[in-house]
């Protein structure tokens, strides 16, 4: 059974350690080791995360097992034009088992007000790619990007959410 909740700061090491497995699992393909090692010491701290779970601002979700144990985080946040996806990963062998739905649907119920979500997938992330495009999101433009010497691109995604008013007449 999983259960997805808000993530608490006693979480941030869990948290960490599941996103380096997911980003050397995904991205070491198409990432060099220089890039692969800057995003999981430099980018993902376990600092950024507390910060990250502190900030009202940030919806930040875990998907856990019947043992409590983290299998699953999404981050979001809502702007101006809708609810941007920041994050959206699952332990690699959890993949394929609706736990990126649940997450994602976590996401959409909690900001009852947006009429659209939005994300940047990497382009030679199929799984990614292909996981968005069965929940309904369309590739609207390619973005290009040079991280420490690595240039790829990215897909921005988009998916109108309908929201239901009730007792609206």
């Not at 497995?21 to 393909?29: A, G, I, K, P, S």
């Not at 976590?106 to 992330?125: C, H, M, P, T, W």
């Not at 990007?145 to 988009?158: A, C, P, Q, R």
Request: aromatic content about 10%; proline content about 1%; some cysteine.
């Amino acid at each position: 059974m999983i259960s997805v909740v808000r993530a608490n700061e006693n979480e941030a090491d869990e948290i960490k350690k599941l996103l380096n497995l997911v980003w050397l699992d995904t991205y070491r393909e198409f990432f060099s080791q220089k890039t692969v090692d800057y995003i999981i010491n430099q980018s993902q701290t376990v600092s950024k995360f507390k910060a990250e779970i502190q900030d009202k601002k940030i919806l930040f979700l875990v998907a856990k097992d019947s043992e409590s144990k983290v299998v699953g985080l999404a981050t979001a946040q809502e702007e101006e034009d809708g609810i941007f996806l920041k994050r959206l990963y699952i332990h690699p062998d959890c993949q394929r088992n609706g736990i990126g739905i649940k997450l994602l649907s976590g996401v959409i119920e909690s900001f009852k007000k947006a009429s659209r979500i939005y994300l940047e997938v990497e382009k030679d992330n199929i799984k990614g790619s292909n996981f968005y495009n069965k929940c309904g999101f369309k590739a609207v433009r390619e973005n290009n990007y040079d991280l420490n010497g690595d240039k790829f691109s990215t897909m921005l995604m988009e998916k109108t959410i309908h929201c239901i008013t009730v007792g609206v007449k």
